[in-house]
């Protein structure tokens, strides 16, 4: 149980004439940095337009910040910051005069949003370009404008869509520890989505994942890489029959291209591991403590129907 | 803090004022307007805004020299606007698709109505700041052709009566060309094909009534003639003038007699909601995009 809510839906749904978007889907998220992940067109960006009033709802109902989406959308919309995933710039003005405007456009006085919008674009590492016009910008200075106009009028939530889109891997990394700081240090909750797992584990508190507009999951952090734990065995060949004759012994057993991961139920998954080995004769190379990651959560759930027909598929990173 | 050293405080919340939609609504007035002018933008965009305003005042400085040297009255307040409206149809057309254009293309648009701006608000902005810009294009002209005859002391009593009814009147040309032209500038995102739009919408308009008033003049209707004439919205505003302040009226042909008044003024009231009308809608479909 979290002390606080910052936003709950209930069995929230969108259908669109020929598409599902939401599918009842029932969440909570505290305070914090929470990763809402899915694979394109999973629903992410449908629930962020129906939190912020965008979009109606088909059914179901949603609060954010203890307000609720079908009366108070105007007090909402007041207290949030949102950074859509498509580009939302205009080229010929600079950031500093836009992201005044967008602040003016929240309802702060002309002067506030002057010192405001200086002191958010420094937070978000634009400096001396900010006098150009964003025309000339990268996707990655772009990126922090438009981060910067989701934080220039102090929100106390903000959702990111797809913030890293674009970016290469160190304009990557410097978004992502912007995102943990704005989390850890401005205090501001996020929510933040991405169709990449890997990325949200590291500045994420808590993960959702969803998928064809269905909630799969909604852990913290912890649980997700702690309360699973694995061991990670590596054999020089004969992998295949292994994972079979472990599955035989009731262990449950992922592969990972040439390993395998086998869930860790107790001193007896040890000792399967050691007598399937030498009943098989293999040789072993590895026996590893694994820390499961989210992407592995992600890739059981998509990979569970098919797990009867010995399906080694390793590249499932999620439903297309 | 005179050592000169840059700290960095950190982040700091926002305890200030968070004032309302007004306050957002009044800003976005402000902003739409000075855009209008090119204000806040490249120096390359105040070119053509104010290269008109100055041509819009070009007869008002000829008509207060004349009035200065040779004492007599050239140019009237009636019909300043219709004499110019090449000029304000250029405006129309060159500036109304940069306040709507760019947030739709460039998908501005979702980062307002993310903030406490309605979609009315938005619009309702837009066509205020329009109203401004035109209102101001054209009324100053007359204006300054005013105190002009004022200063100049010109024998007779001043023609407050007329100037103060084509003022009046400037606001119903202001009304009608911003949501006709921010109606017709909406449709399309990109502003090139806007200012095409626009400009080939009172082209036609003033084209076709000449024409077909042309025609039923040279058969010797001139009463279907003078109806003819309401198809060009500056004669329909020019009819609901000498209707309403009884000035002389612009056009080569009478207006027409009787209902002509009370029709144009149907006619320019129509047109406005026409717009406005056709603004929600097309915002209505962008905000949900």
Same mark, same amino acid.
């Given at each position: 149980m979290r002390s606080s809510t910052i936003l709950a839906t209930e069995g929230l749904s969108r259908r669109f004439p020929r598409v599902t978007?939401?599918? !009842?889907l029932t969440v909570t998220v505290g305070p914090g940095v929470t990763g809402l992940v899915?694979?394109?067109?999973?629903g992410k960006s449908t629930l962020i337009k129906i939190l912020l009033g965008l979009l109606e709802p088909s059914a179901g109902t949603a609060q954010v910040l203890g307000m609720d989406i079908a009366t108070q959308a105007p007090e909402i919309r007041r207290a949030v910051g949102y950074m859509p995933e498509h580009d939302c710039l205009p080229?010929?003005?600079s950031a500093t005069e836009f992201v005044v405007h967008m602040a003016q456009m929240s309802g702060l006085p002309r002067t506030a949003a002057r010192e405001r919008a200086a002191d958010t674009l420094r937070h978000v590492g634009?400096?001396?370009? !900010? =006098? !150009?016009?964003?025309?000339? =910008?990268s996707t990655g200075m772009k990126q922090r404008v438009k981060l910067a106009q989701a934080l220039v009028h102090d929100p106390r939530l903000v959702f990111l869509d797809e913030?890293?889109?674009?970016?290469?891997p160190q304009g990557r990394d410097e978004m992502l520890a912007l995102i943990r700081r704005i989390g850890a240090e401005f205090g501001i909750s996020v929510l933040v989505t991405s169709h990449l797992l890997g990325e949200l584990e590291r500045v994420c508190d808590h993960v959702i994942v969803v998928d064809g507009g269905r909630l799969l999951r909604s852990s913290s952090i912890s649980e997700f890489t702690e309360a699973t734990q694995t061991v990670t065995v590596e054999v020089e060949e004969g992998e295949t029959v292994l994972a079979a004759r472990l599955r035989e012994l009731g262990e449950s057993v992922v592969p990972h291209g040439r390993l395998l991961a086998v869930q860790v139920r107790g001193d007896e998954t040890y000792d399967a591991v050691r007598d399937a080995v030498c009943d098989l004769d293999l040789s072993l190379i590895r026996l590893e403590q694994g820390r499961r990651r989210i992407e592995d959560v992600f890739r059981d759930s998509a990979a569970e129907p098919r797990r009867a027909d010995d399906d080694m598929a390793t590249t499932g990173r999620g439903p297309a | 803090m005179s050592t000169g050293v840059i700290h960095d405080i950190g982040y700091r919340r926002y305890e200030g004022a968070r004032l309302g939609r007004r306050h957002a609504f009044t800003a976005l007035v402000v902003h739409s307007l000075r855009g209008a002018f090119?204000?806040?933008?490249?120096?390359?965009?105040k070119i053509v805004p104010f290269l008109l305003v100055i041509v819009m005042l070009l007869p008002a400085v000829v008509a207060i020299a004349v009035m200065a040297l040779a004492q007599q009255r050239s140019i009237g307040y009636s019909n300043y606007v219709t004499l110019m409206q090449p000029v304000v149809m250029i405006f129309l057309a060159a500036q109304s698709p940069y306040l709507v254009a760019p947030d739709l293309r460039f998908r501005v648009l979702p980062l307002y109505l993310s903030r406490p701006v309605t979609v009315p608000d938005y619009v309702g902005a837009k066509v205020v700041a329009m109203i401004a810009a035109v209102l101001l294009l054209i009324a100053t002209p007359i204006t300054v052709t005013f105190v002009g005859e004022l200063l100049v002391n010109?024998?007779?009593?001043?023609r407050t009566g007329e100037y103060l009814g084509a003022l009046a009147t400037s606001v119903i040309y202001a009304v009608l060309l911003a949501a006709l032209s921010l109606a017709i500038a909406s449709f399309t995102p990109r502003r090139g094909l806007g200012v095409a739009s626009v400009i080939a919408f009172y082209l036609l308009a003033s084209g076709v009534s000449t024409v077909l008033a042309g025609v039923f003049a040279s058969l010797t209707d001139r009463a279907t003639a003078g109806w003819m004439l309401l198809i060009n919205p500056f004669f329909l505003v020019d009819a609901v003038q000498v209707w309403l302040f009884g000035s002389e009226p612009a056009a080569p042909f009478p207006y027409p007699g009787g209902a002509g008044g009370p029709v144009a003024l149907l006619g320019v009231l129509g047109w406005v909601a026409l717009g406005l009308l056709a603004l929600a809608a097309r915002y209505r479909k962008a905000a949900s995009a």
């Amino acid at each position: 149980m979290r002390s606080s809510t910052i936003l709950a839906t209930e069995g929230l749904s969108r259908r669109f004439p020929r598409v599902t978007a939401l599918d !009842r889907l029932t969440v909570t998220v505290g305070p914090g940095v929470t990763g809402l992940v899915g694979a394109n067109g999973a629903g992410k960006s449908t629930l962020i337009k129906i939190l912020l009033g965008l979009l109606e709802p088909s059914a179901g109902t949603a609060q954010v910040l203890g307000m609720d989406i079908a009366t108070q959308a105007p007090e909402i919309r007041r207290a949030v910051g949102y950074m859509p995933e498509h580009d939302c710039l205009p080229p010929d003005v600079s950031a500093t005069e836009f992201v005044v405007h967008m602040a003016q456009m929240s309802g702060l006085p002309r002067t506030a949003a002057r010192e405001r919008a200086a002191d958010t674009l420094r937070h978000v590492g634009l400096h001396e370009e !900010r =006098y !150009r016009s964003i025309g000339g =910008y990268s996707t990655g200075m772009k990126q922090r404008v438009k981060l910067a106009q989701a934080l220039v009028h102090d929100p106390r939530l903000v959702f990111l869509d797809e913030p890293t889109n674009g970016l290469d891997p160190q304009g990557r990394d410097e978004m992502l520890a912007l995102i943990r700081r704005i989390g850890a240090e401005f205090g501001i909750s996020v929510l933040v989505t991405s169709h990449l797992l890997g990325e949200l584990e590291r500045v994420c508190d808590h993960v959702i994942v969803v998928d064809g507009g269905r909630l799969l999951r909604s852990s913290s952090i912890s649980e997700f890489t702690e309360a699973t734990q694995t061991v990670t065995v590596e054999v020089e060949e004969g992998e295949t029959v292994l994972a079979a004759r472990l599955r035989e012994l009731g262990e449950s057993v992922v592969p990972h291209g040439r390993l395998l991961a086998v869930q860790v139920r107790g001193d007896e998954t040890y000792d399967a591991v050691r007598d399937a080995v030498c009943d098989l004769d293999l040789s072993l190379i590895r026996l590893e403590q694994g820390r499961r990651r989210i992407e592995d959560v992600f890739r059981d759930s998509a990979a569970e129907p098919r797990r009867a027909d010995d399906d080694m598929a390793t590249t499932g990173r999620g439903p297309a | 803090m005179s050592t000169g050293v840059i700290h960095d405080i950190g982040y700091r919340r926002y305890e200030g004022a968070r004032l309302g939609r007004r306050h957002a609504f009044t800003a976005l007035v402000v902003h739409s307007l000075r855009g209008a002018f090119g204000l806040g933008r490249t120096a390359r965009s105040k070119i053509v805004p104010f290269l008109l305003v100055i041509v819009m005042l070009l007869p008002a400085v000829v008509a207060i020299a004349v009035m200065a040297l040779a004492q007599q009255r050239s140019i009237g307040y009636s019909n300043y606007v219709t004499l110019m409206q090449p000029v304000v149809m250029i405006f129309l057309a060159a500036q109304s698709p940069y306040l709507v254009a760019p947030d739709l293309r460039f998908r501005v648009l979702p980062l307002y109505l993310s903030r406490p701006v309605t979609v009315p608000d938005y619009v309702g902005a837009k066509v205020v700041a329009m109203i401004a810009a035109v209102l101001l294009l054209i009324a100053t002209p007359i204006t300054v052709t005013f105190v002009g005859e004022l200063l100049v002391n010109m024998p007779g009593p001043p023609r407050t009566g007329e100037y103060l009814g084509a003022l009046a009147t400037s606001v119903i040309y202001a009304v009608l060309l911003a949501a006709l032209s921010l109606a017709i500038a909406s449709f399309t995102p990109r502003r090139g094909l806007g200012v095409a739009s626009v400009i080939a919408f009172y082209l036609l308009a003033s084209g076709v009534s000449t024409v077909l008033a042309g025609v039923f003049a040279s058969l010797t209707d001139r009463a279907t003639a003078g109806w003819m004439l309401l198809i060009n919205p500056f004669f329909l505003v020019d009819a609901v003038q000498v209707w309403l302040f009884g000035s002389e009226p612009a056009a080569p042909f009478p207006y027409p007699g009787g209902a002509g008044g009370p029709v144009a003024l149907l006619g320019v009231l129509g047109w406005v909601a026409l717009g406005l009308l056709a603004l929600a809608a097309r915002y209505r479909k962008a905000a949900s995009a």
